[in-house]
């Protein structure tokens, strides 16, 4: 692991020799985030509930049934979140997940040092397709900066196809049963799940219910986007 994090660091220095980072938001040459709009972003960030978008400053309200205790989002799926996301997702930049990372470590709140950070486990097609997990480096990153560990707690089971189009509905429907507790693994009591992108909810919180069937206590999510 340490091996090929260094592999990584001394890639992305070329590639800034031949390419420059630009900031998603404002373009200023640097970084990907520049240090105001990295202030801006995280320090305004997204306070409402991830079911039904009322302000919440926990990102969940009361009435919901859910099995989370607390969701931190960095901002609305739009301008340079949006920008940075489709970079990770669709166009092979795979070391956005440094900086995106960096936004979840500012933001994040105080954890537990035993607390365990784990991704939401990515279709394995979309793995296929882009040549990397997305959630995967977001949640390493995460942890390392946090110096929290990084564990794969969930596993996708059965077959399962995704359609953007569907209903929370629909989508609660279709996650109910797709994941499992990866076999011969501790139980911690507090876990933090991390996704790219939250839309329903569904799988964030499927995943959660599974989590605390198995006697997790806490379970904490943290997505760079949410569309408001
Ligand atoms: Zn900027
Ligand atoms: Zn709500």
Redesign the pocket.
Known sequence: MGGENVKITILQRLLQMIAPDLCYFCGKIGASFCEYCKYDITYDSLSV??????P?PVG??A??DTYITQVIMIGSYEDGLKKALEGLKFCNDRFVSEPLAELLAIRAPFFPTDAVVTPIPTLRASIRRRGYDQAFLLARAFARRRGLEMRRLVERSGSFVQHDTESRLQRERQVRGSFTIKANTSIPETVILIDDIITTGATVNEVAKVLRQVGVVRVYVMAIAHPI
């Not at 509930?49 to 009322?54: K, L």
């Open positions: 509930c991830f079911r039904c978008n009322a919440s969940v309200c009435k919901h």
